[in-house]
């Protein structure tokens, strides 16, 4: 069990080398799929290092974003400590500072180990994350009769992109603005939907070995079921395929009907891949 010889305190930027070698050699280890990776967020109030004479030997991180969700964005355990203990010290503390702030936090599941922790301690399956994909083929051209104009993002863009995210998702899903800053420094292609002058639907992909990921599509809420989405996919599969790229991934929520049927009609087809999203209300 967790004793004296244990402390838990805030991880700062400077223990970067430390929670790095618990990231990157140790077997006990959830990282969030996200933009930023668990070091991008050193610094933030809600991370936390579990040490022992000293030497870290557990950290979890859950920082806040958007403001009511707090993504279990790393945990990640050493041999030298129970996973069991450690996660119940760490998350104890976590559940204090994030109490009363009306939270959710949340972790994508990708190990068994992790589900059994989480199930422990309150949270609850909320949904599934499928996975798609879409490979090298005709890409089924759709008119486009309300002139939908589709272009590339800029920085700019980005206040009115993070508004038109806000009004396309449920708030557990949302992405706030420094998150929309930090992914158009890293997307391969991000691209607007604009009818009108207003942009009313945007994507952000990224680049892989294998080949492209849509990282994210959204359409206004007033302006959804109108096939502007399949407007900035079919854009997006054109423009991956001019580069020589062979096969686009997607991922969406098991029970987003009008998300899967979008992807299905335009040729993705299901991986048979899919990751349980575990929620608590704190």
């Known amino acids: 069990m967790i004793t004296t010889q244990f402390a838990i305190r805030q991880a700062l ?13 140790e077997t006990q280890v959830h990282r969030h799929l996200d933009w930023r990776t668990p070091l991008d967020w050193l610094g933030a109030p809600e991370y936390w290092m579990l040490e022992q004479h000293g030497v870290a030997c557990a950290a979890l991180a859950c920082p806040p974003d958007p403001e009511n969700a707090a993504w279990l964005r790393l945990f990640a355990a050493s041999a030298s400590v129970p996973t069991t203990h450690a996660w119940r010290a760490l998350w104890e503390v976590a559940q204090d500072a994030l109490r009363g702030r009306g ?33 090298n083929a005709a890409v089924s051209l759709q008119n486009n009769p309300r002139q939908l104009a589709i272009r590339p993002m800029t920085r700019e863009d980005l206040p009115l992109v993070a508004a038109l995210d806000a ?49 994210r599509l959204a359409v206004h809420s007033q302006h959804q079921g109108k096939r502007f989405g399949y407007l900035m996919v079919q854009d997006l599969l054109q423009r991956i395929y001019a580069q020589g ?38």
């Open 167 to 215: 009004a396309a998702f449920a708030p557990l899903w949302q992405n706030s603005l420094p998150s929309l800053q930090h992914a158009l420094s890293l997307a391969e292609i991000s691209t607007v939907g604009v009818l009108d002058g207003e942009i009313i639907a945007y994507q952000m992909s990224t680049r892989n070995p294998f080949g492209a990921h849509l990282a």
């Open 245 to 282: 790229l062979t096969r686009l991934t997607v991922n969406t929520q098991s029970d987003n009907t009008a998300s899967l049927s979008l992807y299905e009609k335009i040729g993705f087809k299901r991986t048979g891949e899919q990751y349980s999203v575990f929620s608590h209300a704190v």
């Open 103 to 135: 939270m959710t936090a949340a972790a994508i599941v990708m190990q068994t180990w992790l589900e059994e922790l989480l199930r422990d301690s309150g949270f609850r399956e909320y949904q599934k994350v499928v996975i798609l994909a879409h490979n």
């Open 13 to 25: 930027p400077t223990d970067q080398s430390r929670i790095a070698n618990l990231m990157y050699f």
